[in-house]
């Protein structure tokens, strides 16, 4: 699965998933900071890239419908830390493979549960299929 995080998101997250063996880029490494969302979101549509980012417009089914994306990620961190952040990202890639629409310990499977999902990622649970 490929990743975008978004210009809100801390380098490390990319970091993260690469070493966990995904192919991930920021969008500040394509010269996307500061575009307007729905740009962001169809370069991610055209790349076929799940968005990682701290944006809850993201989350908004109306404007980002889930089955027109790779993935919608946002996590919820319990503080906007860049440590807290970084924690989150390590239980992303521990999402479950099997498509859930129920709240889910984070301590499963692999992060390919998050395709053509939305996906909102809290402290100690996640919920896909938002």
């Not at 809850?56 to 503080?79: E, N, W």
């Not at 390590?90 to 939305?118: C, F, K, N």
């Not at 996906?119 to 649970?125: A, C």
Request: charged share 25%; net charge neutral; aromatic share 6%.
């Amino acid at each position: 699965m490929k990743f975008k995080t978004d210009e809100n998101m801390p380098v490390q997250v990319a970091e993260i998933l690469v070493r966990h063996g995904y192919d991930a880029i920021n969008v500040i490494d394509q010269n996307l900071a500061g575009h307007p969302d729905l740009n962001v979101a169809q370069v991610c549509r055209t790349e076929q890239r799940a968005l990682v980012t701290l944006d809850l417009d993201f989350a908004d089914k109306r404007v980002y419908p889930p089955d027109q994306y790779a993935g919608l990620i946002v996590p919820r961190p319990s503080r906007q830390s860049i440590p807290a952040i970084e924690r989150l990202a390590e239980q992303m890639v521990q999402i479950p493979r099997q498509r859930t629409s129920r709240r889910t310990p984070v301590d499963r499977g692999g992060a390919e549960g998050a395709d053509s999902r939305l996906t909102i990622i809290e402290t100690y649970w996640f919920t896909v299929g938002v």
